[in-house]
């Protein structure tokens, strides 16, 4: 069964301090994805990382796919409270149409 | 272009009860899905549906159908409510070409059984 864990749970930080988010599986994935979800919204994707090693900029967002594609990290600078919300990332079940989702992280960032 | 829409946003139910959540997307997407999320959760397929007339389980299909009648809409039907349905449920649709696809999503249903 493939599974994609996400670490940490929660990070509670400061405006303008640096994080990262993990996403790490035992699987392989063709690609991974990154969704943020704010407080009362459905999920948007934010990313797709298809090629081992891929390192994909969005503003002060920095995405990583790990070189065996079983993990990826989310890198963001200087955080702002916009960037306060749910964090999620998302892999084509193999063989499947379906994608399967990490266990979330949920990020607050305090002016 | 309203995207996934998703009625009704919040219901209270008794145990027992049925209601349908209703979805309906405006993109001519080919696929369509149910998810339920839980608290401090990800999100946990329910149905999904490849196209008109042809659905499929998911992860937690238990307790609910679902049918597609049409490419826009995808009701989500529960039958005989139970506590551990409530969660909030989510709607998503995507259009599966080439390549990985980018999923779609509605507001949300906040669904609380007592």
């Known amino acids: 069964t493939q599974l994609l864990e996400q670490s940490p749970q929660f990070l509670s930080i400061q405006e303008g301090e640096n994080l990262t988010v993990y996403c790490n599986s035992s699987?392989?994935?063709?690609?991974l994805q990154w969704y943020r979800q704010e407080p009362g919204e459905g999920p948007v994707l934010l990313v797709t990382?298809?090629?081992?090693?891929e390192v994909k900029k969005l503003k002060r967002l920095t995405f990583q796919f790990g070189d065996a594609r079983k993990d990826s990290s989310l890198h963001i600078t200087a955080a702002q409270p916009g960037d306060t919300g749910l964090y999620l990332c998302a892999g084509p079940v193999r063989s499947t149409d379906k994608l399967i989702f990490g266990t979330g992280t949920r990020l607050q960032v305090f002016p | 272009n309203a995207g996934v829409t998703q009625t009704p946003k919040f219901r209270i139910l008794k145990i027992g009860q049925s209601m349908t959540l209703q979805c309906t997307q405006d993109?001519?997407?080919?696929?369509m899905y149910w998810y339920r999320q839980d608290p401090g959760m990800g999100l946990k397929l329910i149905y999904y549906s490849v196209g008109a007339g042809i659905t499929d389980k998911g992860e937690v299909p238990n307790g609910y159908n679902v049918s597609r009648s049409t490419t826009e809409d995808f009701p989500l039907r529960l039958e005989l409510a139970a506590p551990s349905q409530t969660s909030v449920y989510f709607c998503a649709s995507s259009y599966l070409g080439q390549g990985p696809d980018t999923q779609y999503f509605g507001p949300g249903t906040r669904l609380t059984v007592l």
């Open positions: 699987s392989v994935f063709s690609s």
């Open positions: 993109m001519n997407h080919n696929y």
């Open positions: 990382v298809v090629t081992g090693g």
